[in-house]
């Protein structure tokens, strides 16, 4: 935004005349912020100074609202991560939410807040929230994921120490899965989850330490590594399918698979996202 001082009066007509000057700079038809100083009589006339703290209060001001409308924090995305799971919990007194998700309840009530004026949420006729479009707010929380949440909870990358097939290493993840704690995810926990893709990588996500799983897959640190460690982020992040085995949540792994976008996994996202999402979305 430019701002710009000039002197200017009021003509017999009542209207604002500009200096030539500036309307050379200007295109027909295009909008203005005008501030307006009028010097009183009885003041002094508004100094330089005054008005530069004006404007420049007021491009701040439009600053922040671009900010605002442009930054989902991880924060943020961990609250979106909540309603996409479990969209009815927007009918639940707000403590509730504040409680599952581990958010302060006012810097809550300001998230949603935002999240209405963004257009992902409607308010309710006799108060509280819901979703408005649900496939929305689910491809910007997928956006998100891979811009700022994976990162800040991406651990490290593995790869084998001694010669092994992936195949033999999923069988022993499956089996450390229950004893350590931790959730299959990316392309092995999309491959239980529906009997369509061969794997070819995993992502684990982890609670605590890590060192014991390490130790149990032989695995050493590699940029390009096949397995990698992410770190939990909440108790919500176990999916639900009717298996007795320790798969992360659909959001997750469709999300994961969408990183390394080609049409084999770009097919087992869709039937992640007909089988075990979509039908989590409330008639809106």
Same mark, same amino acid.
Request: proline share 5%; no cysteine; charged share 25%.
């Given at each position: 935004?430019?701002?710009?001082?000039?002197? =200017?009066?009021?003509? !017999? #007509?009542?209207?604002? +005349?500009?200096?030539? @000057?500036?309307?050379?700079?200007? %295109?027909?038809?295009?909008?203005?912020?005008?501030?307006?100083?009028?010097? #009183?009589?009885?003041?002094?006339?508004?100094?330089?100074?005054?008005? $530069?703290?004006?404007?420049? +209060?007021?491009?701040?001001?439009?600053? /922040?609202?671009?900010?605002?409308?442009? %930054?989902?924090?991880?924060?943020?995305?961990?609250?979106?991560?909540? $309603?996409?799971?479990?969209? &009815?919990?927007?009918?639940?007194?707000?403590? *509730?939410?504040?409680?599952?998700?581990?958010?302060?309840?006012?810097?809550?009530?300001?998230?949603?807040?935002?999240?209405?004026?963004?257009?992902?949420?409607?308010?309710?006729?006799?108060?509280?929230?819901?979703?408005?479009?649900?496939?929305?707010?689910? &491809?910007?929380?997928?956006?998100?994921?891979? +811009?700022?949440?994976?990162?800040?909870?991406?651990?490290?990358?593995?790869?084998?120490? *001694? #010669?092994?097939?992936?195949?033999?290493?999923?069988?022993?993840?499956? *089996?450390? !899965?229950?004893?350590?704690?931790? $959730?299959?995810?990316?392309?092995?926990?999309?491959?239980? =989850?529906?009997?369509?893709?061969?794997?070819?990588?995993? @992502?684990?996500?982890?609670?605590?330490?890590? /060192?014991?799983?390490?130790?149990?897959?032989?695995?050493?640190?590699?940029?390009?590594?096949?397995?990698?460690?992410?770190?939990?982020? /909440?108790?919500?992040?176990?999916?639900?399918?009717?298996?007795?085995?320790?798969?992360?949540?659909?959001?997750?792994?469709?999300? &994961?698979?969408?990183? /390394?976008?080609?049409?084999?996994?770009? #097919?087992?996202?869709?039937?992640?996202?007909?089988?075990?999402?979509?039908?989590?979305?409330?008639? +809106?």
């Amino acid at each position: 935004m430019k701002a710009y001082e000039f002197p =200017a009066q009021v003509n !017999a #007509e009542g209207k604002i +005349e500009l200096p030539d @000057t500036l309307l050379h700079q200007l %295109q027909q038809n295009q909008q203005l912020k005008v501030i307006i100083v009028v010097n #009183e009589p009885s003041q002094d006339e508004v100094s330089n100074e005054a008005w $530069l703290s004006l404007a420049a +209060e007021s491009i701040k001001g439009d600053q /922040d609202d671009a900010a605002y409308t442009s %930054q989902i924090t991880p924060t943020v995305l961990k609250v979106i991560y909540i $309603l996409l799971k479990t969209p &009815e919990i927007l009918t639940f007194p707000l403590l *509730e939410l504040a409680n599952t998700t581990g958010v302060a309840l006012e810097t809550l009530k300001k998230i949603l807040e935002n999240l209405y004026k963004l257009g992902y949420l409607y308010r309710q006729p006799r108060g509280g929230y819901r979703i408005a479009n649900y496939i929305k707010l689910f &491809e910007r929380w997928e956006i998100g994921y891979v +811009e700022s949440l994976r990162p800040k909870l991406l651990l490290e990358t593995f790869t084998y120490t *001694e #010669e092994t097939k992936f195949s033999e290493a999923a069988m022993k993840i499956i *089996e450390l !899965a229950n004893k350590k704690n931790f $959730l299959i995810g990316g392309e092995l926990g999309a491959s239980l =989850a529906i009997p369509y893709l061969v794997p070819q990588r995993a @992502t684990l996500h982890v609670v605590d330490n890590y /060192d014991s799983i390490i130790d149990k897959l032989k695995l050493k640190p590699s940029p390009r590594g096949e397995i990698s460690f992410l770190k939990q982020f /909440d108790n919500f992040n176990h999916g639900s399918y009717n298996q007795d085995l320790y798969i992360a949540d659909p959001l997750l792994i469709h999300a &994961e698979l969408m990183i /390394d976008s080609n049409d084999r996994l770009e #097919e087992t996202a869709k039937r992640i996202f007909t089988k075990y999402i979509i039908s989590r979305q409330q008639d +809106e």
